[in-house]
């Protein structure tokens, strides 16, 4: 075993499976067989640790005074202060979510895990205006994240947060709406082309009655439940939600459709139809289980191959994660965050549609690749925002009430604003090993081949610490 | 020059001459006469939700009042266009605009099954997909796509803002978001960004590692063509004291200096009033009817208005009845606005909404807005619309 070759190996593992190594565990693993350390990552990962920012009695609470007002007609003025106060609280908690799901990736021990959340967040992408039922939705999909594919299907399914962003709370024997039923094929398990129009409005039939109640907790209304005789995919029966789930999972498109991607997001933006294959008959002959995939992928020789290394552009999740990781960062002001989130376009828990994040190149233009290169500098040097980003458009109700009569007049008289983060340097420089050059510090923290223009530009550098800063600054820096 | 400025404050300290790599030049190197007769498109986003029916209201129809007791404009104030409808008072500054016959409302555009969240609907418009279908590339951005004779340049295409919005991006090219021409510049003359650009044709591929040095470069000839084109305009005009105002002053800098871009985009947000609408609404139409007012006038000063369309929509329109919040909820349909010094059909283009004939409380849609996109496709950006918007739209006759 060559420690040269496995070291390089470990880092692209760590860098593609969670958000990069430290020096110190990376020199350690070197000395490891690789499926040692594929089965290290997998254990690591296998507690779970969920966010419990937002307390399920309170947020049930909130939830019965909210439909309790939006059912009346005419409100008092008092009653109109308090629903205001509630979007704007739960607009508060909604950020404080989103600061707790980056803040959880950037500080894990189950690198794995987080990773894989950040991968079902985008596959079962969903937006909710209620941070508890969004938090719901976060911490079923980091519980299952290396389970069984079944599970997390069905218990996504059946999370208030789908149920409401999806309209089955609308799926009603005899008025069946078919948004649901359709993503569930199209975007969660076939893929297009792989069903019919007719299928979708089976399954939409059957999945009629599946609700959440008024305490935000799933239901199947029986009433409501449409029990006549269903034929999809060529059955007959008379099929529920589970059934049609059951049904889908027996196709092989489905396991093909999941693998696909995984791929693309751990792999290659551009599938290799074999290595699909591979993991996709791995995956159903596994009766869908997540770990056992992964595993197969991590151990493949492909997924070393210099093709896959350093060729991926990082999404802003794991640019921003992997930074503030690296330099042990920590954010005085977390909101910043969120600004940096939605200006370099992947604001968590507001995905574009339920189609996700398009990923690949669509991450970068000419705006969010200046701002990419500009941040390391802003966080690690302290410097100051000059920009502010779009607002989303969800956002534009409290938008509305916070600024009655204000214009954005003096939007450019703004006090300057700064990302007043902490870098933990002297632990950084600690996991170095002694004499590391500036070029050595390069090849670590960059994972394309370096050319001869860095190699000049950081041959001149004096310290390891501007030398952090310089590369991370660099385009190659963006790709993983 | 040390390069090591850029790590020290972000701000990018300006530097000497201008870079640029042999093989962008002849990018630089146009001709000036091609820059004449450039038709420029401006497409104006309402953020939010504009209500539809109190920006122009249907004061001939009783319903109108009846629907909306706390919240209807008094028929004394409002600027009458016809018997039918009139523009809100805070838009007194369009009047004259409408009088010169610089513009068109549309009344009704929508889509089919529309969609209430403000997220979605967005992404519908700005893609220009149907209600069921997900597009990962803008309208706009499918236009640079397609390579026609007038989008070659990544400048064709400009946001003025910080980030770049969905409709502006394509598969393989994309457009330019920038707030300021000259911050714009100087951060791609940082010395650090020169450096990372000096002599780096070996990066030059097509993956991933190209695209993002190729994004670079073309971001820097853009910064360089942009400021170098439009630095010496000065604008005599006096344009309105608000954001939005001083995004149209900047693209009317562009268009007046003769950049040959093709499409600006700018932004107006805060029109999501479920609550107290009559204060909030106003104050955002001042704003954006002075805006457009000063621009508009500013163009024509220049010579540029018959070269130039302003379209201006939001993502949907309100209900026709107001919520006991002395506001209005999520609606579907909604009207739009074209400007311009050339327009075929002046004034009110279609009949007034149907207050009667309703869905389930919303207003039924008479044209799809991919018809008004296809029309502006077809008749001022030269290309078949169903190259850009999947199928054939039927074109209408405002230009």
């Given at each position: 075993m060559n420690t040269k070759d496995n070291f390089i190996k470990v880092k692209h593992l760590y860098n593609r499976a969670g958000f990069g190594i430290s020096y110190t565990d990376l020199e350690k693993l070197s000395r490891k067989k690789l499926d040692k350390v594929v089965d290290n990552l997998l254990k690591d990962s296998q507690k779970d640790d969920p966010i419990t920012l937002i307390n399920d009695f309170e947020s049930k609470r909130q939830l019965l005074v909210q439909a309790g007002l939006y059912a009346k007609k005419d409100l008092t003025d008092d009653e109109k202060k308090m629903r205001q106060q509630i979007i704007r609280e739960q607009n508060d908690v909604s950020r404080d979510l989103n600061i707790a799901f980056i803040t959880k990736m950037i500080n894990t021990d189950a690198p794995l895990r987080e990773k894989m959340t950040l991968f079902w967040h985008g596959h079962f992408a969903c937006r909710s205006n209620n941070p508890f039922f969004a938090q719901q939705l976060n911490n079923i999909q980091r519980a299952n994240a290396l389970g069984s594919f079944k599970t997390l299907l069905v218990e996504v399914s059946k999370s208030p947060a789908m149920l409401q962003y999806l309209n089955n709370q609308q799926n009603k024997k005899g008025k069946p709406n078919e948004n649901f039923a359709r993503e569930l094929m199209e975007l969660f398990t076939l893929g297009r082309g792989n069903y019919s129009e007719q299928d979708i409005k089976e399954s939409a039939r059957s999945f009629t009655g599946w609700m959440y109640d008024k305490d935000g907790s799933f239901i199947f209304r029986k009433n409501l439940h449409d029990t006549g005789t269903k034929t999809f995919f060529g059955k007959i029966g008379n099929f529920e939600g589970e059934n049609i789930i059951d049904i889908i999972l027996e196709k092989p498109e489905t396991a093909h459709f999941i693998a696909g991607k995984v791929y693309k997001f751990f792999v290659n933006d551009i599938p290799n139809e074999a290595h699909v294959k591979e993991l996709a008959t791995h995956f159903y002959n596994s009766k869908y289980d997540i770990a056992s995939m992964m595993k197969k992928m991590f151990t493949s020789d492909w997924f070393y191959s210099p093709e896959n290394v350093g060729t991926k552009i990082k999404s802003p999740a794991e640019f921003l994660v992997g930074l503030s990781r690296e330099f042990y960062v920590t954010y005085n002001k977390p909101q910043v965050l969120i600004q940096l989130q939605s200006s370099l376009g992947q604001y968590l828990f507001n995905p574009p549609n339920v189609a996700g994040w398009p990923g690949g190149q669509s991450w970068i233009d000419s705006s969010s690749l200046m701002l990419r290169m500009r941040i390391p500098s802003l966080v690690l040097n302290d410097g100051e925002i000059d920009f502010s980003g779009k607002a989303d458009p969800e956002d534009e109700a409290v938008?509305?009430?916070?600024?009655?009569?204000?214009?954005?007049?003096?939007?450019?008289?703004?006090?300057?604003?700064?990302?007043?983060?902490?870098?933990?340097?002297?632990?950084?420089?600690?996991?170095?090993?002694?004499?590391?050059?500036?070029?050595?510090?390069?090849?670590?923290?960059?994972?394309?081949?370096?050319?001869?223009k860095i190699t000049t530009m950081v041959g001149d550098n004096k310290g390891l610490r501007s030398t952090a800063v310089e590369i991370t600054s660099m385009p190659e820096y963006q790709l993983c | 020059?040390?390069?090591?400025?850029?790590?020290?404050?972000?701000?990018?300290?300006?530097?000497?001459?201008?870079?640029?790599?042999?093989?962008?030049?002849?990018?630089?190197?146009?001709?000036?006469?091609?820059?004449?007769?450039?038709?420029?498109?401006?497409?104006?986003?309402?953020?939010?939700?504009?209500?539809?029916?109190?920006?122009?209201?249907?004061?001939?129809n009783d319903i109108y009042y009846q629907k909306r007791n706390s919240i209807a404009i008094?028929?004394?104030?409002?600027?009458?266009?016809?018997?039918?409808?009139?523009?809100?008072?805070?838009?007194?500054?369009?009047?004259?605009?409408?009088?010169?016959?610089?513009?068109?409302?549309?009344?009704?555009?929508?889509?089919?099954?529309?969609?209430?969240?403000?997220?979605?609907?967005?992404?519908?418009?700005?893609?220009?997909?149907?209600?069921?279908?997900?597009?990962?590339?803008?309208?706009?951005?499918?236009?640079?796509?397609?390579?026609?004779?007038?989008?070659?340049?990544?400048?064709?295409?400009?946001?003025?803002?910080?980030?770049?919005?969905?409709a502006m991006k394509g598969e393989t090219k994309k457009g330019i978001a920038l707030k300021d021409p000259a911050a714009l510049f100087r951060n791609t003359n940082d010395p650090f960004f020169k450096a990372m650009l000096q002599n780096d044709k070996e990066h030059l591929d097509e993956n991933n590692l190209g695209y993002l040095y190729k994004t670079m470069i073309e971001t820097s000839s853009s910064a360089a063509y942009i400021q170098d084109t439009s630095k010496v305009y000065q604008s005599k005009f006096t344009y309105p004291n608000s954001g939005f105002a001083n995004q149209l002053k900047t693209v009317s800098k562009f268009i007046s200096s003769g950049l040959k871009t093709r499409v600006y985009y700018v932004s107006l947000s805060g029109f999501d009033t479920h609550v107290n609408q009559i204060g909030q609404q106003g104050n955002l139409l001042k704003q954006y009817s002075e805006g457009m007012a000063a621009f508009l006038k500013d163009l024509k000063t220049n010579n540029k208005l018959d070269d130039t369309l302003v379209i201006t929509f939001s993502e949907f329109g309100r209900r026709v009845e107001q919520n006991a919040s002395n506001g209005t909820d999520h609606g579907t349909a909604n009207n739009m606005f074209v400007f311009g010094g050339k327009l075929k059909k002046q004034g009110i283009f279609n009949t007034a909404p149907n207050?009667?004939?309703?869905?389930?409380?919303?207003?039924?849609?008479?044209?799809?807005?991919?018809?008004?996109?296809?029309?502006?496709?077809?008749?001022?950006?030269?290309?078949?619309?169903?190259?850009?918007?999947?199928?054939?739209?039927?074109?209408?006759?405002?230009?």
């Open positions: 938008i509305a009430l916070s600024r009655t009569a204000t214009t954005n007049a003096n939007a450019n008289t703004k006090p300057k604003s700064y990302v007043n983060a902490s870098v933990d340097w002297p632990k950084f420089l600690n996991t170095l090993p002694k004499g590391l050059t500036p070029l050595e510090l390069t090849e670590f923290l960059l994972q394309p081949k370096l050319n001869t | 020059m040390n390069r090591r400025n850029f790590l020290r404050n972000t701000g990018f300290v300006a530097a000497g001459s201008l870079f640029v790599p042999a093989f962008m030049k002849p990018l630089e190197a146009m001709a000036l006469d091609e820059l004449s007769l450039y038709k420029n498109l401006v497409v104006v986003q309402l953020s939010g939700g504009n209500d539809g029916l109190n920006t122009v209201i249907p004061f001939g008094k028929p004394e104030e409002i600027i009458k266009l016809n018997d039918m409808q009139g523009l809100n008072p805070n838009m007194a500054a369009l009047q004259e605009i409408y009088d010169q016959g610089w513009m068109t409302i549309i009344n009704d555009v929508g889509y089919p099954n529309p969609d209430r969240s403000h997220f979605r609907s967005m992404d519908i418009w700005q893609t220009g997909s149907d209600s069921n279908q997900f597009l990962s590339t803008g309208w706009i951005g499918r236009y640079l796509d397609s390579n026609c004779q007038t989008c070659k340049f990544p400048y064709t295409a400009i946001e003025v803002d910080d980030s770049l919005s969905l207050l009667s004939d309703l869905d389930t409380g919303d207003l039924k849609y008479q044209l799809d807005f991919r018809q008004v996109y296809g029309t502006i496709l077809d008749k001022w950006l030269d290309v078949n619309n169903a190259d850009i918007l999947n199928k054939k739209f039927n074109t209408l006759d405002f230009i």
